[in-house]
């Protein structure tokens, strides 16, 4: 676990000058995920008991924790929030302190009860959410204002292909953390129109985003049983190089 807030790098200037100090901060944990919960062992989770220690004193709780707290504390962040990280939870609780989310009680009742806990990483994982869907929408303009105006049909068809072979690598390369995140809501709506613009699945009314990523993950999951990608499926069925 380390202590030293994460910084952005390899994204062009355009792009990070968008975002102040503490928004590119959450942004890099994001692009550059700390190691999650779930791969905690032994030592990084006694690590993470020495850290509610100290912080439940930095948060002006008298009594400290005795041993059975912590431990129960640590497994229950390691159980239930698995794919989150000691880095973002350290700037939740600071973000929190500091009365930045509005839907959080700074008045902790003398507690680091669970629910504290909770009602903190919640708050920051909404924020956290706005600051995604804030870079995505910047790399879309970038990406707008690259493309050319007239761009072909043809050259929108592999565009599209790009878009569906990026996720779906993701997909299969961590699964578990792919369905739990938050970030992919753009990606979702402009997979589904994809596939139903070539009638590659049938329209659905599904509910909410909730609804269209499981849809998304379900074809995921059909190609996946096919032991193919999606680009080399499609190609294959519409008969067409994988290349334009």
């Known amino acids: 676990m380390s202590n030293l807030p994460m910084q952005l790098s390899g994204l062009p200037t355009t792009l990070t000058k968008e975002f102040n100090k503490p928004e590119s901060e ?16 032994n030592e990084d989770k006694q690590k993470l008991g020495v ?18 707290q912590r431990k129960l504390l640590v497994n229950t962040l390691c159980e239930e929030m698995p794919t989150f990280t ?13 009365g930045k989310f509005q839907e959080v009680d700074t008045n902790h009742y003398q507690h680091l009860s ?17 600051i995604y869907q804030k870079y995505q929408r910047l790399q879309e303009r970038i990406r707008r204002e690259k493309q050319p105006e007239n761009i072909s049909k043809k050259d929108m068809f592999y565009l599209g292909l790009d ?18 995140s938050e970030y992919r809501n753009t990606q979702f709506k402009h997979i ?10 049938e329209p659905k009314n599904y509910e909410g985003i909730d609804g269209l ?9 059909a ?8 680009r080399t499926y499609i190609c294959k069925k519409f008969n067409i190089p994988t290349t334009p």
């Open 86 to 98: 000691y880095e973002e939870l350290n700037k939740a609780i600071q973000m929190a302190a500091m």
């Open 213 to 221: 990523k499981t849809y998304i993950i379900s074809w995921f999951k």
């Open 114 to 130: 669970p629910q504290y806990l909770s009602a903190m990483i919640n708050a920051y994982k909404k924020h956290r959410g706005n």
């Open 51 to 68: 850290y509610l220690v100290a912080i439940s004193k930095y948060l002006g709780i008298k009594d400290p924790l005795d041993d059975m």
């Open 223 to 230: 190609i996946g049983k096919k032991d193919t990608t999606p």
């Open 192 to 201: 589904y129109a994809f596939l139903i613009q070539h009638k590659l699945i």
């Open 163 to 180: 878009l569906l072979d990026n996720e779906f690598n993701d997909y299969t390369e961590n699964t578990e953390q792919y369905c739990d």
């Open 26 to 41: 959450v942004l890099a944990y994001i692009l550059n995920k700390p190691k999650t919960f779930k791969e905690y062992g």
